[in-house]
């Protein structure tokens, strides 16, 4: 069975700062596809940025990028220039690739994400 | 941009009471999913529905839960009698599907308390 795990479970960083959020996974499969999703105070969850495990290239979103350590299977997320609006819960996920679209997403415990001023 | 609506957005109900909760998918999509968040904890995979049948589902999706799209539009996930546990946070998310990197798209949830 496939299992992510974040040992972060809160972080905070200063307005205008970078951080990272940790996550972890272990999975026997070889081809998948890692996400980040954002949960603000409202509950929804928006997807932040995804990662095809076959491509060696670290996806990158705006402020947002991923460092992708496939052998380690390690998915950290980097927020630049981080904003009071970036305060929000983020959830990391997984998927296997090759089983049909109908393939569910396994989600770590989150970490909740605080920013200051 | 297309949007995943989810009705009623608080439901609250007493324990061993039916509750129905809503899903307006968006209009070209074809896979369907249930996963709630008990309150502090992480998201759960409950059950995938695709051509009007179950293609997946969790240990926690259990006889006291079923889905259907009654009518092509509304995908409703009904649990028959609510237990104190069952309260959570339910969202529905749905994919357009055709690729398997298509992004998943949920909606804001609904909050399901029960008394």
């Known amino acids: 069975a496939q299992t992510v795990t974040q040992s972060q479970p809160e972080m905070s960083v200063q307005e205008a700062e970078t951080v990272t959020l940790s996550c972890t996974y272990d999975?026997?499969?070889?081809?998948?596809?890692l996400f980040w999703y954002k949960q603000p105070p409202s509950r929804q969850m928006i997807l932040v940025i995804r990662?095809?495990?076959?491509?060696?290239q670290n996806a990158t979103e705006n402020r947002f990028s991923v460092n992708f350590q496939k052998a380690a299977k390690s998915f950290s997320l980097k927020i630049s220039d981080s904003q009071l609006g970036d305060a929000a819960m983020y959830f990391c996920?997984?998927?296997?690739?090759?089983?049909?679209?109908?393939?569910?997403?396994?989600f770590g415990t989150g970490t909740r994400l605080q920013v200051t001023l | 941009e297309p949007e995943v609506t989810q009705t009623p957005s608080h439901q609250v109900t007493q324990m061993g009471q039916e509750v129905i909760l809503r899903c307006v998918p968006i209009?070209?999509?074809?896979?369907f999913y249930w996963y709630r968040q008990i309150l502090g904890q992480k998201v759960e995979f409950l059950v995938s529905?695709?051509?009007?049948?179950?293609?997946?589902k969790s240990e926690i999706f259990d006889d006291q839960f079923s889905v259907e799209r009654p009518d092509g539009s509304n995908f409703t996930l009904k649990i028959r009698s609510t237990k104190l546990e069952d309260s959570a946070m339910y969202f529905c998310?749905?994919?357009?599907?055709?690729?398997?990197?298509?992004?998943?798209?949920f909606g804001n949830g609904t909050r399901l308390t029960v008394t």
């Open positions: 999975t026997s499969e070889s081809d998948y596809y």
């Open positions: 209009s070209n999509h074809l896979y």
């Open positions: 996920a997984y998927r296997i690739r090759g089983t049909g679209t109908a393939s569910k997403l396994t």
């Open positions: 529905f695709y051509n009007n049948e179950i293609s997946e």
């Open positions: 990662q095809e495990a076959y491509k060696q």
């Open positions: 998310a749905t994919i357009q599907g055709g690729t398997e990197n298509s992004p998943l798209h």
